[in-house]
């Protein structure tokens, strides 16, 4: 009874994780919300609900231990995939480019704090590679299952201060770091089968 309650707790958590990131990309590519519309959570909620009772049908089945490897071999890629699309965005100053002229002579006070951050970002080349390989390392160790969980760990870490600087500074993301921080966490969980 107890395994099959980790096991129900597991596929429960990585169809959560799923589930989150696909609602943002299907309504801004269909009708323009923002990343952190009252809508989108909405929809989060309401994929959150279907994972419920998808996982609660897996939890089901005979082969449960095959499915959550499957699972987390998904998230894994799917982190990886964005961890290095951002880290890459950061090498080529892409993400945090130079600040434009009317940005610069804005005064301070004037500034959003997203904007402000933003600005502050783009005017350090050492900064942003650093953060780049922060990102691109882990990105990598995703990628090869020997090395999945070191780089989970130091995903986590760097993604819990992404997640926290787009709170702090009301970046327009914060579901979506909160989908990538839940992601790396997950995968740092050992299997509930081991």
Known sequence: MNSLIKNTVGIWLALVILTLPFPYYLISLSSGVSSDSELLYWTSLFALLIAVIISFIISKLKNEFKTETILRAFIAYSLSFFLLKY????????????????????????????????????????YNWFMAMLEIIPGLLLLHSKTRELGALIASGVLLNVFMINLGFDVSVKLFSFYLLASSIYLIQPFTMK
């Open 87 to 126: 880290g890459i965005d950061k090498l080529l100053l892409q993400q945090f480019y130079t600040p434009k002229p009317n940005t610069l002579f804005t005064p301070v006070g004037q500034l959003s704090k997203d904007i402000l951050f933003w600005t502050s970002m783009g005017t350090s080349k050492t």
